[in-house]
């Protein structure tokens, strides 16, 4: 009962927030309209500004302070919650073999999945390229700036930490937290009851992090997605919106299909469940992940919901969902190959079947290295352009549309790449016996 009404207030939180920020919106388009900046200027400092940004030392921002505490308060444990979570779960798995199986399923899953997403989202774009809907203009736009592209392949090189306490630094290396973490209760499970003091070290700081977990989320969550969202919406402009409405379509009913009928579609051929108690269950997770933007924000609410009341054993998905939330970025891949689309469409480039296949190949890899943060899906994104050669300067341009006006479909993103990693995790579950379908179907 506590859960449902947990999820009925978090969907309240977000109607109001896309309520009260569409109106602060038409409130700024209205003001700036008829010459009133000024006003909207005062507005903005005291409710949304960014008071981190260079200059910012007039703004109060209450909104953005609100919003910016709770996701740190959840951002704070990430790196503990993933090294004590995935310990916990080896030293829980007495069959190695066992071990072995739910790796190879996960991350074959991951692969699957995201190939599925790529090739979708691939026909998708070709289909509206090919009608001309993305030979749209872009003229007037500013450069964009603050992302020069790596390699992606570069995130393999990141996998294995050559400094340790540099792994347990950053929650942008999640990857060679969960290496460690694999080696530690791998080796624990290997020594088979020599090591007591730290497994029961971990245990305690996860059983610290649940309490922590549990009364930030029930207490704030609510008032958070509510100061997130308003925020979010009221800092954008009309103009912003107009440019490239085709591409703002067309992403986001790529993303609404694959969430709502990819994943059930999974749940349903895969794990042979009925997927609608999944799809009530989980809309709090993605109503959650779509507010924050934030992947890593989102894991622990996504694994509490996934053990407690969709069955998975906490050894399975204390592995799946931290490891899902680097690697498995279905929903920004899905983005990245229509944004590249568009992007090459609005700067002359020719597109064909062999480019989609690069594209798709480029995305799948710039998505795995892309870090669980708000907004980091658009910045990877020139990765896949660098690659395949869309440098000129429209398609520059082209890509500051995107950064522009990104930030609703990255929301959105971030719903998918929480969900897909829950899916895994039932799948997996499920083909291991690991699984409750009793707490699944209540």
């Given at each position: 009962?506590?859960?449902?009404k ?20 038409f ?16 507005i ?20 953005f ?9 959840l951002?704070?444990i990430?790196?503990p ?9 080896m030293?829980?798995?007495?069959d190695?073999?066992k071990?072995?199986?739910i ?5 074959l899953?991951f692969?699957v999945?995201?190939?599925i997403?790529?090739?979708?989202a ?6 509206i ?24 392949l ?11 306490l540099a ?14 973490a694999?080696v ?18 971990c245990?305690?700081?996860n059983?610290i ?8 989320i029930t ?11 308003t ?9 912003h919106?107009?440019?490239?409405l085709?591409?703002?379509?067309t992403?986001?009913l790529?993303?609404l ?10 749940i349903?051929?895969l ?14 997770v993605?109503?959650f992940?779509f507010s ?27 592995f ?19 944004a ?19 594209i798709?190949?480029?995305a799948?890899?710039a ?12 910045v ?10 869309f ?12 950064l ?6 990255e ?5 998918l790449?929480?969900v897909?990693?829950?899916?895994t ?11 409750d379908e ?5």
């Amino acid at each position: 009962m506590k859960k449902n009404k947990l999820a009925i207030q978090m969907f309240i939180g977000m109607i109001c927030g896309l309520v009260v920020g569409g109106s602060f919106l038409f409130l700024r388009e209205n003001l700036l309209a008829n010459g009133n900046s000024e006003l909207w200027t005062m507005i903005n400092n005291i409710l949304f500004v960014d008071i981190s940004q260079e200059g910012a030392t007039q703004g109060i921002g209450i909104l953005f302070i609100i919003g910016q505490l709770f996701v740190n308060a959840l951002q704070i444990i990430i790196v503990p919650m993933v090294f004590t979570s995935i310990v916990i779960a080896m030293c829980r798995i007495t069959d190695t073999k066992k071990l072995g199986r739910i790796s190879y399923k996960t991350i074959l899953l991951f692969a699957v999945t995201g190939f599925i997403g790529i090739l979708f989202a691939g026909i998708v774009g070709m289909i509206i390229y090919n009608m001309g809907y993305f030979n749209v203009a872009v003229e007037g736009l500013n450069a964009a700036t603050g992302s020069t592209g790596s390699n992606p392949l570069n995130v393999f090189l990141g996998i294995i930490p050559n400094n340790l306490l540099a792994a347990f630094s950053s929650n942008g290396k999640v990857l060679s937290v969960v290496f460690v973490a694999v080696v530690v209760g791998f080796s624990i499970n290997v020594l088979n009851g020599k090591v007591t003091v730290l497994k029961k070290i971990c245990e305690e700081v996860n059983e610290i992090i649940t309490i922590f977990l549990t009364f930030v989320i029930t207490k704030f969550g609510p008032f958070a997605i509510f100061a997130l969202l308003t925020r979010t919406f009221a800092i954008y402009g009309v103009e912003h919106l107009r440019p490239a409405l085709t591409y703002v379509v067309t992403t986001v009913l790529c993303l609404l299909i694959y969430l709502i009928f990819g994943y059930a579609s999974y749940i349903s051929l895969l794990a042979k469940l009925n997927p609608i108690p999944y799809l009530k269950k989980i809309t709090k997770v993605s109503v959650f992940g779509f507010s924050t933007s934030s992947s890593a924000a989102t894991l622990p609410m996504n694994i509490q919901t996934t053990v407690e009341e969709l069955g998975v054993k906490d050894e399975v998905a204390s592995f799946v969902l931290p490891l899902g939330m680097t690697v498995n970025m279905n929903g920004t891949a899905i983005m990245q190959v229509i944004a590249t689309i568009f992007i090459a469409a609005s700067a002359g480039y020719q597109i064909n079947f062999m480019s989609i296949i690069f594209i798709g190949a480029l995305a799948l890899i710039a998505s795995v290295g892309t870090p669980a943060a708000p907004g980091a899906g658009a910045v990877i994104l020139f990765t896949v352009l660098s690659g395949m050669g869309f440098t000129n300067d429209a398609a520059i341009l082209a890509y500051s549309l995107i950064l522009a006006i990104n930030r609703p479909i990255e929301m959105l993103v971030t719903s998918l790449n929480v969900v897909g990693d829950s899916t895994t995790a039932i799948i997996v579950a499920k083909s291991e016996n690991l699984f409750d379908e009793d707490i699944y179907n209540s």
